[in-house]
C-alpha cells in the first residue's frame, strides 16, 4: 500500500458526450484498486448516471439522498470490488444537473470528508459545460479530458479547457485520446491540441496515453462489466493499465 497523505482527486470530463468517459473512469478505477490504491468512484454524471451500470452494482442511497440529508455520505458508498468504492448518483432528475450554490458547497464539504479514507478519487462528469460540470472541474485537482479524433470532439474538448481556463485559471490539463485507430493517431490529435492550447489559451497540457477502439469495450459495457475484467489482455485493458501507471505517478507530481 502506497502512504498517501492527501488522496489525488481527478476529474474526468470531455464537452462532447460518449466520448468514452465513464468506461475510462470505472477500468482505470479497477486498475488503480488491483494495484493497491484505494480508490473512490463518484458518478458526477448527476442527472443520468452511468457508473453503477458499467459496473453492474445494485444502488441504494445516491449522492441525491445525501444532499436532501436523507443519507450520510459513508452510507450511500458501494464497494464493487476490494479498495474500490463508488458513490452512485441518481437517473432522471434534471434538477441534479445543475446544482446551486448551496448544494456545491455541502457536496464538496462531503466530498472532502470521504476522500480522506482513499488514495484516489476519480470523478466522472457529464457531458457540456453546464454548472456542475465546471464544478467538478474545479474540486479537482486534476483534470483529465477525454476525447476521440473526431474533429467535433476534439473540438468541444478544446472548449470545455478554454472555459475552465477563463473562468477558474485552471492551466494545466491530461488528456488521453480514446477510440483510435493507432498510438499515432492518439499522439497526432494530442499533439495538435497541445500545439493551439499552448499558443491560443497559455495551457499546459499532458499526455497521459490513448485507449484504442476495441470490441471487447462495447462488449463488456452490454454485460455491465469492466472491460479490465473481462477481457484483461486486450488492447484497450492494457492502454488503460498504461494510463493507471502515469496516474500514480501523478500522485507524486500532479504537473510533470
Ligand atoms: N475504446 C473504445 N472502443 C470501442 N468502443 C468504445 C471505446 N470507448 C467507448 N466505447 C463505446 O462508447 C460508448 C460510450 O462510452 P461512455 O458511456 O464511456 O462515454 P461517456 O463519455 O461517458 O458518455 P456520456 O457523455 O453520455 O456520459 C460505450 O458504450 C462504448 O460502447
Ligand atoms: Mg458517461
Redesign the pocket.
Known sequence: MIENPLPLIVCVT?GK????????TVNLGLCLSRADLRVLIVDG?MG?A?VDLMLGLEVGRTVRDVLEGDAEPEDALVWPDHGLAVLPATSGVPEMVSMGPEDQARLGEYLGRLATGFDVVLM?T??GIGSSVLWFNDYAQGNIV?MTPDPTAVTDAYALIKVLRQRYGKDHFHVVV??TASDHEGRRVYDNIARVADTYLQVTLNYLGS?????A??QA?RQQRPFCATAPDGR?ARAVEAIGTRIRSLMTDPKP
Do not use: F, I, Q
Not at 458526450?17 to 475510462?24: D, M, P, R, W, Y
Not at 485507449?211 to 470490441?215: I, N, R, T, Y
Open positions: 470531455s458526450g460518449g466520448v468514452g468517459k465513464t468506461s475510462l454524471d443520468l452511468n466522472d457529464a457531458a477525454v480514446n477510440d485507449v484504442p477502439s476495441d470490441p469495450v462495447r459495457v484497450a
